[in-house]
């Protein structure tokens, strides 16, 4: 199957906190300038860019493909059974359907998929493209990201929303991370609620899974074959 139909078959997840999920659902979704990304090589290229065009670059990112534990990452000195309580510590990511992504490429039309090269690779991916292609450009030690970028470019610094009630219309879930108290969950879920969007709140299994834990119970407790046991 080609990379293209691999990606249309897919659903984009942008990675948030919960704190930033309110903010979201109140005033649409936020174009970054980079300027605070952890990777100061994919900061370098927005900054690159500006020297030599003199436009502004700002950017959404999603996933594009199932959560890894990267997407969860926690903070080092965290100790992942704690309990979160405030909403910028707890984290969730907004699912929507893969209509959206034709959406954002509609309305935004360098949008796609980041590429992932290795420094031996990279002068002869950047050479006879334009130098727009080092905004979708990233590192091969991020590529487990799999990110699909939004790009929106401009002639002078102005913030940037993809409005809510585009977002409204493709989101599918709103998935938080399981640290989190069951009032804490109920009271997430209520203002969720009030937003129309009770439906959608669920807790993410990737750090803990029932169905998973009842799948290895269930084989080994209806096997009768002693032999599978170590003596």
């Not at 590529?143 to 929303?161: G, H, P, Q």
């Not at 009770?198 to 096997?223: A, M, P, V």
């Amino acid at each position: 199957m080609s990379r293209i139909m691999e990606e249309s078959k897919k659903t984009l997840k942008h990675f948030t906190n919960v704190s930033a999920l309110k903010k979201i659902l109140k005033t649409g979704l936020k174009f970054s300038d980079g300027k605070n990304w952890l990777d100061k090589d994919d900061r370098f290229a927005f900054e690159f860019y500006y020297k030599k065009t003199k436009k502004h670059v700002q950017a959404i990112c999603f996933c594009d493909s199932d959560d890894t534990a990267h997407h969860w990452k926690l903070p080092l000195n965290m100790n992942v059974d704690q309990v979160q309580e405030n909403d910028e510590d707890i984290m969730c990511y907004i699912g929507f359907s893969s209509d959206f992504k034709e959406c954002l490429k509609l309305y935004f039309q360098l949008s796609g998929l980041v590429e992932y090269k290795k420094y031996a690779e990279l002068n002869s991916y950047i050479q006879n493209k334009k130098i727009e292609c080092i905004l979708k450009l990233k590192k091969y030690h991020y590529s487990v990201e799999n990110e699909f970028r939004v790009l929106y470019i401009s002639d002078k610094e102005e913030e940037k929303f993809i409005p809510l009630d585009i977002l409204r219309k493709y989101i599918t879930k709103i998935i938080i991370a399981r640290n989190v108290s069951k009032e804490k969950y109920e009271e997430i879920k209520s203002f969720l609620e009030k937003e129309n969007l009770g439906d959608k709140i669920n807790k993410s299994s990737l750090r803990q899974s029932q169905r998973w834990q009842k799948g290895i119970e269930k084989y080994f407790e209806c096997n009768n074959n002693k032999n599978i046991y170590n003596d």
